[in-house]
């Protein structure tokens, strides 16, 4: 199929750029829905730095609700294995939980048990406690994704009751690696959203369709309760996660309040909107483990700019995927 549409000055050659991306396009995906998602996916609207101190007539009080810590795509270099205890110990206190959003090591190293040993023990010395997702370099890319998965499972699945915490946290039954709780008014959502090749098409499919379930299931439990939600998924947007995305846009626009989509797989960070027309949507990549350390997210009550960001001294350099 091979199809030109012209998107804001953008000539985008559909079939070039599912080969890039190592994806067949599904017949049952219509031309409409590629051009809404793609249009989500390459709209680019940079947002002003969010003023933590502003109100507003409706919202006079702004307070802290939550803070955790969130780090991705490490350790990937020897020298990694030194650098992220030693973040981990840097942590600060008043981070509620971490959240790995995936990537525990290079796509060319071997899918080893020994590295999740490794890495499932560093991330235990943590104080608070830790969630973990999965990344497509410890799973859906290595050469036999059955077998890591099962190393998967074995060292990260249900990562947080390791920790004696007060988490509420739910697992999608039919999914036990999504999982969700709410915390100082926020829904709090975790995804297997991997980038990477597409190991399996139906495998694909049917994880994207759970998601898509599992927001819509926290949604109805929770959504009117809660001032906004965060989608933890290891996934930079691309054409193979269209069947996701352009149906999480729906329940974004449905949802109406404040939504994070927090994720790695990209390295270097990025802070935009991209999901339009669906701009209650921020979407975060946070900087590769080696660039920087954890980034620290503090959501507020504020009714449109609740999420703030500390990158603790991030370094301006971008490092090889
Ligand atoms: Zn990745």
Redesign the pocket.
């Known amino acids: 199929m091979k199809i030109m549409i012209l998107v804001s000055n953008f000539r985008i050659n559909i079939e070039r750029f599912s080969s890039l991306f190592d994806y067949e396009l599904p017949k049952s995906v219509t031309h409409q829905l590629l051009l809404a998602a793609l249009v989500s996916l390459l709209q680019l609207s940079l947002i002003a730095p969010i003023d933590a101190q502003e109100t507003t007539k409706s919202n006079p009080v702004v307070r802290n609700m939550v803070t955790f810590c969130v780090m991705g ?1 490490v350790p990937y270099k020897p020298e990694e294995d030194v650098l992220l205890p030693r973040q981990i110990a840097e942590i600060p206190n008043e981070a509620e939980f971490v959240i790995h959003v ?2 525990i090591k290079t ?1 060319s190293a071997p899918c080893d048990e020994a590295v999740y040993q490794k890495v499932s023990g560093m991330l235990r010395k943590t104080v608070a406690p830790v969630f973990i997702i999965p ?3 410890e799973w859906n ?1 290595c050469t036999n994704p059955a077998e890591a998965w099962v190393f998967w499972e074995q060292y990260f699945m249900r990562f947080d009751r390791q920790w004696n915490h007060h988490l509420p946290v739910f697992r999608q039954l039919e999914r036990e690696e999504n999982f969700s709780f709410v915390k100082g008014d926020v829904l709090f959502v975790g995804l297997n959203i ?3 090749r597409i190991h399996d098409a139906a495998e694909w499919k049917k994880r994207h369709a759970d998601n898509i379930e599992w927001i819509r299931r926290n949604l109805q439990q929770f959504g009117s309760k809660v001032s906004s939600m965060v989608i933890f998924g ?3 947007p691309n054409v193979g996660h269209i069947d996701f995305f352009v149906p999480f846009v729906k329940e974004a626009l449905k949802f109406k309040k404040p939504i994070l989509y927090l994720h ?3 390295h270097k960070w990025t802070h935009d909107r991209p999901f339009f027309p669906a701009q209650n949507i921020l979407r975060v990549q946070v900087d590769q483990g080696g660039i920087a350390p954890p980034l620290k997210v503090t959501i507020t009550n504020h009714e449109t700019k609740p999420f703030h960001f500390d990158r603790r001294k991030a370094k301006e350099k971008s490092v090889p ?1």
Do not use: L, P, S, T
């Open positions: 795509d995936g990537d796509g990344g497509d370099n890319d991997v980038g990477g290891h996934a930079h790695g797989d990209g995927q």
